[in-house]
Structure formats: structure tokens, C-alpha cells
């Protein structure tokens, strides 16, 4: 494919909403991209709690990436996994060995799990950031209930039906107000040997409050709306052991569960490690941590690359101290604005991803640049049917009025004709029927692709 | 739970359309009826290849069982995996161990993939049978395009764009077709390094035509009707060897793909082999093979229980000889009728199903029962788009009348008021934009879930 050699190219890695809003922006104007991804699709994350609800399947809220840029001959789609970046050679590595070289580079590879330290816990704790964790959410939990019909002692019963939720943020409070209606609402008729109702949804938050982020009377309403659905908020709790058989409190206390959900830490995306490592090699920073506590040194080149939860730390224009050819944006960046972290939410990603096209764009015009300025438009977290809290500017809103604008600004948002309709008509059954459609327990890919299931381990591009 | 002690208690292994319309016949009539499946759902298997092909998704097509009889307290549902059968003592035992008594079985498990002695080849050619299969091949064939995207040396993308239905039955006459117009019309404009249109769909078959059942100018007229669609169909081609980098054909061509789908061979569900020994071990019967050549002898029971295919002999009420309280039903039948076998299709199995229910119920009422038989309402294989054969008693028609025809005995088949709008609305958005909604390539569950995958893996119930 012949390049022409003066559009400048622009490689994105990761195509989650920052690196497909910069992708749009950066095509618009007549760049040339190459937009990475080791998926095929895009995911619309707000959405991803419905799927392991079994209220949405995955298709309804992912989109091939692909075929979102169908009609954009500019923008090169690849799936590809990037092992490596080399900072000072302008080169992405590739799983396969390729390297592609860039003039630009955005990194928006976003955030995984963190179990603190207990990465043993993540195989009996799934934690909710890809498709695949929802499908295998939404198995543990309907195969719970399987469970649960098909046990006679009372005990072991009750330990099926009883459901943990760890970490009170908004994916977690999300997920115990739709287990509780899940139980209460959908499955409650469908057992022959327990009401499902009987099912406790536990939501554990080690601080004082669900929704910490919140202002204190959201917080609280939001508790009290979780409540009203089922759900039993234990706040002030510490998970301190967690295996198959159940969970630990810090008190001591012992709850028998065997289906916990993991909601509690967000860890960046290991790409930035590799990036910070590539990058400290020429510069001579500090790899990781806190700021040094010196004040007259300078700002910017005495600060490690990462902080402390491995995000990169950026200037004004987000891009990488001494790299003003590399960008990091989305939930993978660590910016600082009056005093607070822009937060690692979807506004805060689309922001980002178009500021560094933006920047790309002016300074291949000659024009200058602005720092970047973070609009905080508001928060919101759906609890239930017709319960929610929203921050909408100086405007707190809660029950139904939060609910109708949450679905309203996620509607909108969706990208995808079909998925809008679809997702319209199942909220529409669901709101009236309770009914939802997604109940489906996939057991593991067949037998044969015992050793073929990961791209790793597909048959070799050279054999 | 309180079973009142009059009503027969009937058990039925299998929720797919044979045992799904056996339960619903019993429970109509009061019958007591515990439904066993190893799976949670019901799977409209006409449709599956269209999962396959990512034109419809996983939910669309698929019910879980417990939903379709949630208002029928009668029918008690059990997702639990039967590993015996022991007919003597008239008791079906699961895999956690326990052990279900019955006063009448039915036995409809179907049939799976037969590989014909050359099992090492399921794991590079997956065939079509459950959801989990279907998946797989469509994360196989689109992961194709994206490594033919990824390939700069046109010999290996050559190959990554190289598909082989292997057996040209009607599953594999609509797996090749659906492949064709997928790289035909809905990927092609997708990939810059390659028109996915040159993509190679070749279509396998040891016998000298397609649709080997079908009647001589129906297949011919199929065949036509898949090369129009881009298929190149090949018959008399049988396969000697097969591995990840490509099938070697009797005459030794070698053709290099990566991406083998299995449509050749049937066989029956290992269930209906545990059957078999149990029942042997009480009548003494010989177990498997064809008739003996001794004309004089009963026919019943001189005949080897299960026949070459393993499916399992049944006598004229479909009950296994010997044992008149077990049913032998659907896909796992071996039923002569007129010369000729019933045919495996999803007509017979619903026939057979709501028979034995009959049976079943007629018995308990002291009413006398009649032989089994067979009502062939004609067949019908889909080819793509306006494009399909069928027999209907002595019509035959082909092209767009056989197309309208499918289209409208699959609407009004499919279970379930959600699956039947989303398909058509599916189907119709296909038609008109030649898009598919379905494009996603999952990976493995993620990394947690190594070792809690499949059911047996669970937390036990027994800690």
C-alpha cells in the first residue's frame, strides 16, 4: 500500500473510547492512522455490567472496530497485540515481531483489575472490564443458582445463593442493585426447591461510604436506594482472605459464598510500565512512585514516569515528559487539574483522545496549542429499575429523574445504529416483562480448542 | 418437595426438540417430569450455523430451558449431567453422584461430531453442534481475515483466506454458502491490505454430490446455486490428512488453510452406549454392530442393541426392547420405517418426542397405544441469500420460493416471542445492508477462570 510520505502517521494503540475518539478526530482531518487493538471490537464499558446481568448480550454494546471505520480509508485498522515501545526508536513492537514506526503515537490501552497485592484471589473474584469477564460473571452467577436447585443440604444451599460484590464504586454498586432485581424479579419463580428471593446480594466497601467519589448525600441515597432494591450494604469492610469457599472480613467474620464479584481496584494497563521503562532509559527518570518531596527541584523531570498505580504521569498536553511525540491518554494517563485526578471515566477519555488529535493536527498546521482542560460534566451511577444518582453540574439528582437521564445519555451515546435499537427494545421487555434475554451458561469452548484458543497459540504466522 | 405418589414420574435426558416437546406434551396432561440437560438452554439448531457465521448471536437462537417452563410447576428442570444409565433398577445417575428414580425415561441426547476414527483432527476442523462450537468457528474464520490482514507474504495470506467445508450435507452446504457471502459482501470492503472477496470457500465432499439425501436435481440445482454464490464445490474429494496448516486430499493435492470446518459425520451421544451396556448386562444381547445374517431368529432381540453409528434400536413404540418404560427418542434413535432410516433432522425428533409422551400417557390411562410413525413433511437446506432447495411431500423447489419457504417454517418454529422479532429484524437488516451484527471475536475467558472453567472444576458440592 503506497503512503504518501508528508501526512504525518499516527499510531494509536488501544481502541477504547479515547483511542477511537482521537482516531475519529485525527481521520476527519486527513491524517494518516493506524489504530492497534488486541480485540476486534470496541466496547461500550458503561454498558458492560448489563451484559454480565445477562440483560444485554455482548453483541448489543460492542461494535467491530473495523467496521466502524469501514468508509475511512485513512484509518488502518490492525488487531494486534503490542508488546513494546521503543520511545527513542519511535517504534511500536509487535507480538508477531513486527515493529511499526510512528511520527505520533497515542497510547490508550486503559485499566485493568488490581487485587492488592492478591492476585491469587482473581481466579475465584472475576473483576468487570472486558467481555469476556462479563461472560464469565454472568456463568458463575447463573450457574449458582443451577447450584442451588440441585442441592438438598440447607447450608450449602444458602452459600450458592448468597452473592458478594466487592468494592462500592459505581461498577459495583451497578452490579449488586442488578443481581438483587436479577434474583428478585427475573429468576424468583423459576426454582422448584427455593425462592430466589431468598438470595443475598452482599455489596462490601472497606470505606465508610458506597459511591466514595460521590458528594456524602448521594452516597447516601444511594444506599438507601440499594437497600430498597435488596441488596445489603456492609460498608467499614475489609476483605482480608477470599478462596472458593467464601470470604474473610478484617472483624473475622466468615461468609460462605462461592460466587464474588470483584469491583474494587483499577490498575493501568501494563503497557505503561513498558512505556515508562522505554522512556526512563533515555531520560534518565525514575521508573515509579511519589513525587520527591524537594521542592526546588524540577517539576516535571525529578517525578517518576509512573505514579503509584502504574499510570503515566503527562504535561499539559498530555504528552510524555521529553517524548512531545507521545501522547497517553484516557484512563492510562495521570493528570493532575486544580488539585484533583481527572478521573478514569468515559467523558474523561473522549476529552483526552481528541485533545492529543487536536494538538497532532495544530502542530502539523503550524498553529498553536492549549493545554488540556478536563470538563467535568457530571457522574452518574444506575442503581435499578427507576433508581439512580447523577451529579449533573451543580445539580444532584436521584431515584427516577437520574435513572431517565442515565438512560437517555447512554442511549445517545451507543455507538451503533442497530445497537441502539436493540438495546431500546430490551430495556423497553425488561422494564416491562422483567424478563431478560441474555440467560444463556456458556461452558468453555469445545474440547479441540484445548490448545488453539488464544491467538498465541493459533497456528504460527511463520511456520 | 411433596410428590404425590399416584402421578408416573417420567425422566427425560436431553432438552433439545425431542425431549423439549416430550416434556411439554406430559406436562400438559399432568404427567410429572424431571428434564435434565447438561446445559441451562434450549438451542434452535436449524440456525446454529447462522451463529457461526455472525449473522445472528448466541441469545437469538438459543432459550433457557427453565424459562420455557416457568409457569409449569409440573415440570421440574435440572441442569445436570446424567454419566449412567441403569435400566435394571430403573435409575438415571448424575455426575455429582446422586441417583434419580424414574417410572418411565426418556432418552434424547442426541447425536455429536463423528470424525470417523481420526479424532486428532477435531481440534483443527471444530464441527457445529452446540453454541460453544458455533463461537469457535466464527472466532476462527474472522480471526482468519485479521491474520490475512496482518500477512505480508501473499503465500500465507493466501492461506488464512482459504476455507474448507468439509462434507456437503445440508449443514455444510449452508456453512459454505453463509462463508461465501460473508467475505463476499459484508467483509469485503473492510481490509486494506486485501479484498476479502478473493477469499476461497471450498466445499468438500466424498460422495459424488451435494445434499447426498436430497433428490438428484436438487442437487444439482444446489450446487449451481452455491458456485453462483462464490462456493467452489468439490465432490469425489475425500480427505486423507489434516493439521493446522492445511488437508491433504486421496489424490494427494494439498491444500494449505488454516481454517477447517467439520460437517461430514454424525454420531450418537455417547449416553446412548451406557445405555447400552446396561441393558445388555439384563437381557444379554450383544451390544453394537449389524444385524446377523441368520434369517430365522427374533428380530428384536437377536439384534445388537445399538447399531453401527451407535445409535440405540428401538421397537415399534420406541421403546428399547426389553424395557418397555425406556424411550428411545430423536437424534439418538435407530428407526426403520418403509426400508428406510428415519432421518436425523429436527422434524423426527419432534415427532418422536411428543410419540413416546403419548405413549407415556396412554399406558397411565389404560388406552391402547399405536407403532411409531414417521410423517416426512419434506426437508430444506438454506444456501444464502435467496438461495435454497426443498422437497416438500412431492415438490421440489429451488431459488428464491425454497428461500421464502425456510425463511418462514424457521420464523414460526423458533421459541420464544424475543428470539422470533430480533431474528426477523436481524434478518431483514441483513438483507438490506448486507451487514451482520455478530463480528466478535471473543477470546478465552479470562485468565481467573483457568481452572474453574468447565462445571467439574465448580467449587464441589461436597467441599
Excluded at 517539576?299 to 503509584?308: G, S
Excluded at 451515546?413 to 427494545?425: A, H, K, M, Q, T
Amino acid at each position: 500500500m503506497a503512503k504518501s510520505a508528508n501526512t504525518p502517521h499516527v499510531v494509536i494503540i488501544g481502541a477504547g473510547f479515547a483511542g477511537l475518539y482521537a482516531a475519529r478526530r485525527l481521520e476527519k482531518r486527513g491524517a494518516r492512522v493506524t489504530l492497534l487493538d488486541q480485540r476486534n471490537h470496541h466496547l461500550f464499558q458503561p454498558l458492560l455490567y448489563q451484559v454480565a446481568m445477562a440483560g444485554l448480550s455482548a453483541v448489543d454494546i460492542a461494535q467491530p472496530v473495523r467496521r466502524i471505520f469501514r468508509r475511512q480509508r485513512k484509518v488502518e485498522v490492525l488487531m494486534a497485540t503490542v508488546v513494546n515501545i521503543d520511545a527513542g526508536g519511535r517504534k511500536v513492537e509487535l507480538e508477531d515481531g513486527r515493529r511499526l514506526s510512528y511520527d505520533s503515537l497515542i497510547v490508550a490501552t486503559g485499566a485493568t483489575h488490581s487485587y492488592f497485592g492478591n492476585d491469587q484471589w482473581a481466579r475465584h473474584a472475576p473483576g468487570l472490564k472486558t467481555l469476556e469477564d462479563a461472560l464469565e460473571i454472568r456463568r458463575k452467577v447463573l450457574l449458582a443458582f443451577e447450584r442451588a436447585e440441585a442441592e438438598t443440604d440447607p447450608e450449602k444451599r444458602r452459600a450458592w445463593l448468597t452473592f458478594a460484590v466487592i468494592g462500592a464504586g459505581p461498577t459495583g454498586c451497578e452490579l449488586a442493585g442488578a443481581l438483587a432485581e436479577l434474583s428478585r424479579h427475573t429468576l424468583f419463580k423459576d426454582f422448584h426447591h427455593f425462592d430466589a428471593r431468598e438470595a443475598k446480594v452482599l455489596l462490601l466497601e472497606g470505606r465508610e461510604r458506597v459511591l466514595p467519589p460521590y458528594p456524602e448525600d448521594l452516597s447516601a441515597k444511594a444506599q438507601e436506594q440499594l437497600e430498597t432494591l435488596g441488596v445489603e450494604v456492609r460498608t467499614n469492610s475489609l476483605v482480608t482472605e477470599l478462596d472458593d469457599q467464601g470470604i474473610t472480613l478484617k472483624t473475622g467474620e466468615r461468609i460462605p459464598t462461592h460466587t464474588v464479584i470483584w469491583a474494587a481496584g483499577v490498575a493501568a494497563s501494563p503497557l505503561g510500565a513498558k512505556l515508562a521503562q522505554s522512556a526512563a532509559e533515555v531520560t534518565g527518570r525514575p521508573l515509579q512512585g511519589d513525587p520527591p518531596r524537594s521542592e526546588g527541584s524540577d517539576f516535571v523531570t525529578a517525578l517518576p514516569v509512573l505514579d503509584r498505580a502504574g499510570r503515566v504521569r503527562v504535561e499539559e498536553d498530555l504528552t510524555l515528559p521529553g517524548f512531545p511525540e507521545i501522547f497517553v491518554v484516557g484512563d492510562l494517563m495521570a493528570f493532575e487539574q486544580a488539585g484533583g485526578e481527572v478521573p478514569g471515566v468515559a467523558p474523561a477519555a473522549i476529552q483526552s483522545g481528541v485533545y492529543a488529535a487536536n494538538v497532532i493536527l495544530q502542530r502539523a498546521a503550524g498553529k498553536p496549542t492549549e493545554p488540556f482542560r478536563y470538563r467535568d460534566k457530571g457522574s452518574m451511577a444506575t442503581l435499578g429499575r427507576k433508581s439512580a444518582v447523577a451529579t449533573l453540574g451543580k445539580l444532584r439528582l436521584s431515584g427516577i429523574t437520574a435513572w431517565l437521564t442515565w438512560l437517555g445519555v447512554h442511549i445517545v451515546f451507543l455507538i451503533g445504529f442497530r445497537n441502539r435499537i436493540v438495546v431500546i427494545f430490551e430495556w423497553a421487555r425488561a422494564y416491562f416483562t422483567y424478563q431478560r434475554s441474555a440467560r444463556l451458561i456458556l461452558h468453555e469452548p469445545s474440547p479441540y480448542s484445548e490448545s488453539s484458543d488464544t491467538p498465541e497459540s493459533e497456528p504460527p504466522l511463520d511456520p
